[in-house]
T-cell receptor
């Protein structure tokens, strides 16, 4: 299973852009990269998923370099409500869909 | 769309009793569901993969006789914590995978169940 490494915590201020980088050196050829957000005492919520280059949706962008050994989640103009834990996950590579959660990054947005 | 519910949201039980937690996919069919547990300020730990109509696949170190999983239909999986002990107190979260989606490993998570064993 591909292991992911993220910063344990990050601080930001309202209105700033936040970039959280995740390394996944052992990513398999058919693995996707998925990011989830989790608030305390809630289940994780899907943010974005990508395979290569750049993916953008209404809440975030995901940048993946050509070697796919890392990825960066970009949150534009964060607000206090974006304070949460962000998990970067890499699929098992088979069709089981298993996701193994790493430690995640606790993002604290300050006013 | 793609909503997953869990019931109950909170449960308190006495040591030695069994507790059943339900996970339902409300608006899609899920041939595969997953069960996780999460301790305070820790990450989610995958316990088992639940496949509709077949036996669950447990992760290493998870006791299958302790955590009984049943996936009897395409929209329902249940986790039963048998003979619960205080150390089983945790936040249990399920997820469901909608296999018709192109993003094959996108999972939808339930809101979680807080289990407290006295």
């Amino acid at each position: 299973l591909a292991k992911t490494t993220q910063p344990i915590s990050m601080d930001s201020y309202e209105g700033q852009e936040v970039n959280i980088t995740c390394s996944h050196n052992n990513i398999a050829t058919n693995d996707y990269i998925t990011w989830y957000q989790q608030f305390p005492s809630q289940g994780p919520r899907f943010i974005i998923q990508g395979y290569k280059t750049k993916v953008t949706n209404e809440v975030a962008s995901l940048f993946i370099p050509a070697d796919r050994k890392s990825s960066t989640l970009s949150l534009p103009r964060v607000s206090l409500s974006d304070t949460a834990v962000y998990y970067c996950l890499v699929g098992e590579g088979s069709n089981t869909g298993k996701l193994i959660f790493g430690q995640g990054t606790t993002l604290q947005v300050k006013p | 769309g793609a909503v997953v519910s869990q019931h109950p949201s909170r449960v308190i039980c006495k040591s030695g009793t069994s507790v059943k937690i339900e996970c339902r996919s409300l608006d899609f069919q899920a041939t595969t569901m997953f069960w996780y547990r999460q301790f305070p300020k820790k990450s989610l730990m995958l316990m088992a993969t639940s496949n509709e109509g077949s036996k669950a696949t447990y992760e290493q170190g998870v006791e299958k006789d302790k955590f009984l999983i049943n996936h009897a239909s395409l929209t329902l999986s249940t986790l039963t914590v048998t003979s619960a002990h205080p150390e089983d107190s945790s936040f249990y979260i399920c997820s469901a995978r909608e296999t018709t989606r192109s993003s094959y490993n996108e999972q939808f998570f339930g809101p979680g169940t807080r289990l407290t064993v006295l």
